[in-house]
């Protein structure tokens, strides 16, 4: 079992779960308490103020996605 998760697939497998994990942390701590705080802003200027680190906690989720998205093509082909 240990010698399959040395070879390159075992070593792409272990960073895309890795990073999965980092994801749902990463949604669970910033992502998700911060859209909550923006659903429930009362005025424009709250919104206004919430809204750019909102947007920056979902790009950094976004591109993580990707990168795992990626991992899972390259170990379609072994790699």
Known sequence: MLGEL???YGVTFIA???????????GA???GPMFSKLSGAMSREEVDALLPRASRYARIELAA?????????AMRFGL
């Open 65 to 73: 996605f990707l990168v795992v998205f990626t991992l899972m093509i």
């Open 6 to 8: 040395r070879t390159a």
């Open 29 to 31: 701590r910033l992502t």
């Open 16 to 26: 895309s779960v890795v990073l999965t994990i980092g994801i749902a942390v990463i």
